[in-house]
């Protein structure tokens, strides 16, 4: 196994360090860091915008770029986070406790830097950990039939359930509307085009990347706009961003072990750099001999939180490239893309693309280091990024939506349909529900059809065929018992509280 | 005035029941349920098949079924009636018809009219534009994107009419 891990790395860095793949993964991870500096833009709009303009490349310098934003991103959630308090995206929201607090004493600089440096570091160690573990899960994925890919997809998308922010009910109806929306369009098995309504265009089903845009682009857009735009005023001077001796002293423990807690929470599907950041920092205050500084500007505060979401956003990977499984919206995103590429995410990916499984991962080792450079040297450019006014920003993003939606298949009711999709993702925001589950199930549904479609084809129709096989049978246990958990736990701590409150009472 | 004759009028009990039909759970709740009953009526005319060939309907009227249990659930178990907040319109209406105008005027008309109308749309969306902004930004983007779209990236976007 390890060979395959020593000699399969080997081979991607010659890809990843082709002067070509070099190149588009370092505008990948400026823009990434672009978008996480901007608050209210993420990564998954960021995705599908540059999405068209990867149609010419080669698949494996496509890809080098997309995952470039997304890790990209990571990094530069930490400036605003620091700086402004803001976190440009969901996974900073911990950095923003004490970074902004360091910011306050005159440390923004350091903690800038700290950020930055604790970040690579955990993209190395996260980048090491899809290495190392990526053939074994290949080797495991490789002997599934349809039966035991049905299960293991039900299991990833009842994980991605699970940990959505929010009910957990509402969560499984998003993913469940997601994947009866992704039936819109021609079936392949039996070539009946569904639910077209008669319009020509309906007939090749939505695309996903319109999906995503009018979420994540029009829907947030319009919600932030409902809001009176915040006063940019960046904290204090920044000074020097190359954190001190004692800093690195203090800090480089919480950096290694918020790494190793990103990499696990990154590695489970359905969980993503927030979650790692939040464990990381809860686990960083718990073990701290002084838990009641944190929050008043320490330094492993912003260490430990930086390393997880970094580290979680490289092991993210593992599921999508080993098992085919995307764990959140931007995964599904590049599920997407892979397949616009022509390749089908899952196993056969490393054994029959090795040079791009490969070269993905390697580029990944050059795109934290040109990270570490543009943070440590850049900074006071994404601060600058920061002060440019909503009525440029807006307008900007929303034509380049617009054109970026037209240009996927040159059709103008691409957009029409992504201003519908506007209005619903407006209308989650309302009503307080998670937009992820959604797009997992409309990138993952058309795949669950065809498989158990196959499983039961195969197995004339005996669905008992997902319990007898043992690994299916495995996986939809562990799905059972996720689903009890996660609808059950809450129900039941509720019914303590209540018994509580009337112990009190009487 | 019409707050308190509210109050005095209106019995608790069907006050509650507003408020809970404008809660977030109960919603969404018919939302999903709404969806998932569309999928189960316009899906009637694909062939279900059995197990052993799944037909065309077979997924997406299963899954519609499924969607209408779960929306059922959340209006039934939604007991803390989170109020929505109230929507404001000037954005929502602004962005979604500037880009409804965009996607209308593009291929018939072209770039040059439809990027300054998406534009001037959203800064009146955002309420902060000034008429000097509107006029810079209409002209920079437009001639920007349509510089990079179809001269180097080679999309077939149509420019003047």
Partial sequence: MWETSLSGLAGGLLVAFEPLNILTCFIGVILGTLVGVLPGVGPVVTISLLLPITFGMAPVTALIMLAGIYYGAQYGGSTTAILLKLPGETAAVMTTLDGNQMAKKGRAGAALGIAATSSFAAGIIGTLAVVLFSPALVAVALSFGPAENVALMVLGLVAAVMVAQGSPLKALAMLVAGIVLGTVGTDISTGVARYHFGITELRDGINFVVVAMGIYGFGEIIANLERPPETSKVTGTIGSVYPTRDDFRQSWAATLRGSFIGASVGFLPGLGASAGAFAAYTAEKKLSSYPEKFGTGVVEGVAAPEAANNAAAQTNFIPLLTLGLPSGAVMALMAGAMMIHGIVPGPAVMTQRPELFWGLIASMFVGNALLLFLNLNLVRVWVRVLAIPYPILFPTILLLCAIGIYSLNNSAFDILIAAVFGLVGYVFIKLKLEPAPLLMGFVLGPMLEENLRRAMLLAQGDASVFLRHPISAGLLAVAAIIVALSVGLPLLAKHRRRAALSTLVD | ?161
């Fill in chain 2, 1 to 161: 005035m019409a707050d308190i004759i509210n109050h005095d009028v209106a019995p608790p009990r069907a006050r509650r029941l507003a408020a809970g039909l404008a809660s977030t759970g109960t919603l969404s709740g018919i939302y999903f349920g709404a969806l998932g009953l569309a999928f189960i009526v316009f899906g009637q005319d694909y062939r279900v098949g059995d197990l052993r060939s799944m037909g065309p309907g077979m997924f997406p009227i299963a899954g519609g079924w499924l969607l209408f249990f779960l929306g059922s659930l959340i209006v039934i178990t939604s007991r803390d009636s989170e109020r929505v907040e109230p929507v404001v319109w000037r954005p929502l209406i602004g962005v979604l018809s500037a880009v409804v105008a965009f996607a209308l005027l593009v291929e018939t008309i072209g770039l040059a009219i439809a990027g300054p109308v998406l534009i001037v749309g959203v800064l009146i969306a955002t309420g902060q534009g000034t008429m000097r902004s509107a006029v810079i930004l209409s002209v920079v983007l437009t001639t920007v994107s349509a510089i990079i779209f179809p001269t180097l990236l080679g999309v077939p976007l149509k420019v003047f009419p």
